[in-house]
């Protein structure tokens, strides 16, 4: 048997186990990563979904939303609201519903699921501040100010010793020759 025969077997015989055996990557089923997207739109869960696409989602949290997001939070809040409005008593087709548009004290999450304490600068910041990812952010605009400020600052102070130096007085005329 040729040298490069026996390699060439056992290559083709482990593509065949793989793909006999479905080696898969780790991927969120459909429902999960449909939940997470909807969550990713605006903050909120706001469709209905059953519980084991909760119980999915939080296995298939994105590394960024584990560390500084709120995602976990808001899922794990709104399946204790259903396992508490339903006596503990849930099963993975039971349904979780969205919080629509109504996230107010009676709504499905409490109240709280995505939806923050909006206080004046929230406020302000949704009325001056951009509304898409492509327009100027407000902060940079405010250092922009800032800085030609300074700049006309140190303009009108080389300006006015500028005018004083030429006030001032002369120096007298140097002595005329001794004879």
Known sequence: MPKFLTPLILVLTAAAAA?????????????????IRDWYVDGRIDNTYPVHCYREALKDIPEDQI????????????????????NGHVTPMTLVPGSGG????????GGTGGSHDEGFFHWLAKKIGPSTADSVPVPLLVL????LALIAAAAIS???????ARKAAPDPPPPGPYV
Do not use: E, K, M, W
């Not at 922009?144 to 800085?147: D, E, K, S």
């Not at 080389?158 to 004083?164: M, V």
């Open 158 to 164: 080389f300006a006015a010793r500028r005018h004083q």
């Open 19 to 35: 793909a006999t055996l479905g080696v898969s990557t780790a991927q969120a089923s459909n429902c999960s990563s449909a939940l």
């Open 144 to 147: 922009g100010g800032l800085a």
């Open 67 to 86: 560390v500084y997001g709120t995602l976990r939070d808001d899922l794990t809040r709104a399946l204790q609201d259903v396992i508490r409005n339903h």
């Open 102 to 109: 109504g996230n107010g004290p009676d709504g499905p999450t």
